[in-house]
């Protein structure tokens, strides 16, 4: 990769070492959960799709994050976690955290130029042993509780220290959702929520340089009828099971399949249809969840 920008806040000669025996554990493109060494709860993408906080469930993509490797400046390193639920991802905001506790809040947040400086992460292995903490332009990530911060570089605690642990790869893409209950008439689909679905197939603006993006209105949460619709609006006439839905967030954003239900928001969401058979179906990969 190029490198980019010196970092902000570069990192002592004392640390080096141990920032690249920590990046270590993190392999670009493959999936990890994060483990508070103090409450035990894993870092977790709530279904809003733009908070964070810590739960006990391990076995849950929201729980699972997928590794994006940036070379920054000389040998920098940097780690940039995107959920594997939503796509987005792990950000220090300028917002202050949650009432009760210090540093500014962490959120999902889309992959832009004018975001990139508060997605990059640093690791640093924790004195001799496996743990990581995670620092950022404005602090280190801790764990608060159910919540997450970034706080002040001086601040010290196993609240700061995080256990990587690996998620080992499905061989196939796990089955959407299929929809529970009754399903609403069309004369009653307006009392659920709606969204606007940008999307394209994967390869058309390659093959289209005045190719546009095209848009429809979604009701409802549901992935699997999302992507029935694609499928219909794009004319696909095989199984469309094997159709994979992506999200990506932000300019940058590297494709995340959609394999859970849209998140609790009236966001405009980019969708990438990728097709069986293509190179890029072939690339995708899934975390195993429910692995030991």
């Known amino acids: 990769m190029e490198a980019r920008n010196p970092p902000s806040s570069p990192l002592r000669a004392s640390d080096l070492l141990r920032h690249r025996r920590a990046t270590e554990q993190f392999q670009d493109g493959h999936h990890v959960r994060l483990r508070s060494r103090e409450t035990g709860a894993y870092l977790h993408a709530d279904e809003d799709g ?10 849950s993509m929201n729980a699972a994050w997928a590794v994006h490797i940036y070379q920054g400046y000389g040998d920098s390193q940097y780690v940039l976690l995107h959920s594997a639920a939503y796509g987005r991802y792990l950000a220090a905001t300028n917002a202050p955290a949650p009432r009760g506790h210090s540093g500014r809040r962490v959120e999902q947040c889309d992959y832009e130029p004018w975001e990139e400086e508060y997605i990059r992460w640093q690791a640093v292995r924790v004195g001799s042993g496996d743990d990581v903490l995670l ?13 997450l911060s970034v706080d002040d570089f001086n601040s010290i605690g196993t609240m700061m220290h995080w256990v990587v642990e690996h998620i080992p790869a499905r061989n196939d893409a796990p089955r959407l959702a299929a929809p529970t209950g009754l399903r609403l008439p069309r004369s009653l689909a307006f009392v659920l929520p709606w969204r606007v679905i940008q999307y394209e197939q994967e390869g058309a603006e390659e093959s289209n340089a005045s190719f546009a993006w095209e848009s429809l209105v979604f009701r409802g949460r549901s992935a699997y009828h999302l992507r029935k619709e694609l499928a219909s609006r794009l004319g696909v006439a095989m199984d469309v099971s094997n159709l994979v839905m992506c999200v990506r967030a932000g300019m940058h954003g590297r494709l995340t399949p959609l394999v859970v239900d849209l998140p609790h928001s009236r966001e405009t969401l980019d969708i990438i249809v990728v097709m069986p058979g293509t190179p890029a179906h072939a690339e995708l990969r899934y975390p195993d969840v429910g692995a030991e």
């Open 50 to 59: 733009r908070r964070v906080s810590l739960h006990h469930r391990r076995a």
């Open 135 to 147: 620092r950022n332009v404005a602090g280190r990530l801790r764990a608060n509780g159910r919540y």
